[in-house]
């Protein structure tokens, strides 16, 4: 095998399928109406201290500029059942958040049930990064559902649930 030096934005984006992400929604209440992003760029424990997580999102986003408006977002790091409620909020159109069940946390944090991860964040940093911002975002509060709900995984342009065996390290 030999690597591929002519990086195409398909090529890549075929590539970094490869790597399974967690999908996480950011989202918020903003003038008094849901607001959210979903990114699979997401990453936990880029600092302890201060607590901060990142995202990638597009430089072309619309819907970015209104949730960082929010004075807190709710991140929830999305479930195995979740993958309607993914593309419902990715999309472009309609009540993204119909039939969802929400629960506003703080300063307008909006988070989703069911969800493997609540985090409570706000804005850090960004940091321009090519056709994308990398955001840093502090985390205020935190609620695990270990045990309870399995994340759900992005790989190969396809969701999938996270289901192995368990090994002691």
Not at 44 to 62: D, M, Y
């Amino acid at each position: 095998m030999s690597l591929t030096r002519e990086l195409q934005p398909t090529l890549l984006r075929e590539a970094f399928a490869r790597f399974p992400s967690g999908v996480a929604a950011l989202c918020a209440t903003v003038e008094n109406a849901p607001q959210g992003i979903v990114a699979s760029s997401f990453t936990v424990g880029v600092s302890l201290e201060p607590a901060l997580v990142s995202f990638a999102v597009q430089n072309r986003s619309t819907t970015w500029p209104i949730v960082k408006r929010s004075r807190r977002i709710g991140v929830s790091i999305l479930g195995s059942e979740h993958h309607d409620a993914c593309r419902q909020i990715a999309s472009k159109s309609g009540d993204r958040f119909a039939g969802l069940d929400l629960t506003e946390g703080e300063g307008g944090a909006l988070l989703l049930d069911h969800s493997a991860l609540w985090l409570e964040t706000s804005v850090y940093a960004e940091v321009p990064a090519g056709d994308h911002h990398v955001v840093l975002l502090q985390v205020h509060g935190v609620a695990t559902h270990a045990g309870e709900y399995d994340p759900l995984v992005f790989q190969d342009s396809t969701f999938k649930g996270l289901r192995a065996p368990e090994y002691v390290i």
